[in-house]
């Protein structure tokens, strides 16, 4: 048959259909050739990319924009027919293996759903035509196959995520499926999305008398941006979230139960990583952005946060929920009790009730026996602890020098009671300081409670690396030895910094906090000498 279109590489409707629309025209258009073949390629961009309107290749050709139309219907109509291979003409003859694969697709089109998008459109193509249609001819293609663009009514923009929505012609109303589409328009912003039985029933209202179940599930999915959960729900999916704090949304309502702001970040990441995405959130300004947000509540100030929608859940701070629970039982808590009754309200750790209790004497006090109190009750409250006094090493060593030249063997415990009452330190702190100390020898006497210890007045000194001196330690040590081989009695506080900092590094600020503190336990000693 010497007008069948041959391949040496085999028969490929996908690969060979420009071939076969050119076959077509030069034998069925012969009379008007040029300007139908002009007019077929313009209107879907096959010269120079641009689609022209029927009104612009009417002005061109001199013909009406309906003439235009009708050659353009007339034109599709005829390839269809060329394709299922009824199309009359002794030279229209193609092989029928062209008709067989077109018929196929035909086909697979029917038994599946009434809608499509176009990757879905792209693989029924290479599967039933053994190839891949040019991206520039699949527009015409389509048409051919009479499928149906599924547009937004009126001047509303195409829905992002569908990217290009094909239905089967008859299946579905033009009018329902745009309908459908324009109420899917305002879900796929919401995070929590809406109930197939309501979208069906704005449908309706909407004008797709015609809407039901069947079609709302097809549409959606045919959208990469929406999908159905178990409870007949229509919601975005979660990498198609607006923005942040919809994601915080989507996570809290999963759980179902408060998180931590640092929770919610990490699991934001970890589902947008799974699901393809590149995003990556900041925890911080997820909390920022859920701090303006009115669907969210603060669990007091722990950074743990929950919806506003849930009931039950408590959002005052620990120390509000302290003063109604101490309120609540009318008499004094013990920290344990009053930790476990904080604990049944709200999240939060002992440690910090009994911080709280501790730092906030404005609100809570201590009784006698360590229970928790309220100001306000006026209750006797236990004597508040005396601050131990600190002694400067070299107060102490003076201290050890003065027994050590009155005594030369004692019992420990006697010196240590004695260092600790003329030092004002502790004795635990006094019996670890002896023990760094050289000159002195202890021993321990058969029968007796404590030991023997021998002191060297003249070689009690601390071993060398055997005290670790603070920085205050070491400046205002200085400045006593600056003022025994130096005389500073004339030098300003500024000049003093300068000589002691050749040996003691130290910023003038810190230094004339030191020097305060010096001084002001030197003045006892000053006035009593006097």
Known sequence: MNNEIESTEGFSLARDFPELVEHYLRHKERNALDRNRDILYRRYGLVDGTIHSLQDLGTYHGVCRERVRQVQAKILVNLDKLLTGTLRGRDCNIDRRYVEQYSDLKAGFEEQSSFYTMPEIEVEIQRHLDG????????????????????????????????????????????????????????????????????????????????????????????????????????????????????????????GRPLHHAEIGRRINQREAASGGNK????????NQMTVDNRFVPVGRTGTWALAEWEGIETHTIVEVMQRVLHGAGKPMTQDQLSAAVRECRPAKDNSVKIHSEDRNDIF??????????????????????????????????????????????????????????????????????????????????????????????????????????????????????????????????????????????????????????????????????
């Not at 599924?150 to 009018?175: D, H, I, N, Y």
């Not at 309706?204 to 007949?232: H, K, P, Q, T």
């Open 132 to 255: 891949r249609l040019p991206t520039r001819w699949l527009p015409l293609f389509l048409d051919v196959l009479r499928l149906q663009r599924v547009k937004p009514s009126g001047t509303k923009p195409e829905m992002p995520g569908f990217g290009g929505l094909w239905m089967r012609p008859g299946a579905v109303c033009q009018r329902d499926a745009n309908g459908v589409l324009d109420v899917l328009r305002e879900v796929h912003r919401e995070a929590a999305g809406e109930s197939l039985f309501n979208l069906v029933v704005r449908a309706r209202n909407a004008g797709a008398g015609n809407a039901d179940d069947s079609m709302l599930r097809a549409l959606v999915r045919a959208c990469s941006r929406l999908e159905i959960v178990e409870e007949a729900c229509v919601r975005p999916r979660f990498c198609m979230l607006v923005s942040a704090v919809d994601r915080a949304w989507r996570i809290l309502a999963e759980e």
């Open 280 to 287: 990556v959130f900041d925890a911080r300004n997820v909390t």
């Open 365 to 530: 006090g201590r009784t006698g026996d360590g229970r928790v109190t309220l100001k306000v009750w006026k209750m006797p409250e236990a004597r508040s602890r005396q601050t131990v006094k600190r002694t400067d090493p070299d107060a102490f060593l003076e201290a050890v020098w003065e027994v050590a030249a009155n005594r030369c063997e004692m019992f420990l415990s006697d010196l240590i009671s004695e260092l600790s009452e003329c030092t004002g330190v502790r004795k635990a702190t006094v019996r670890s300081w002896i023990g760094k100390l050289d000159g002195i020898e202890s021993t321990k006497g058969s029968g007796r409670r404590s030991a023997i210890v021998r002191l060297d007045a003249d070689s009690i000194d601390f071993r060398p690396g055997s005290l670790n001196q603070t920085q205050r330690g070491r400046v205002q040590q200085e400045i006593r030895r600056c003022r025994l081989q130096h005389d500073t009695q004339g030098m300003t506080k500024k000049q003093l910094h300068h000589l002691v900092a050749r040996n003691v590094p130290c910023k003038l600020p810190t230094f004339y906090r030191y020097l305060a503190e010096l001084e002001k336990e030197d003045e006892p000693v000053e006035r009593q000498a006097a």
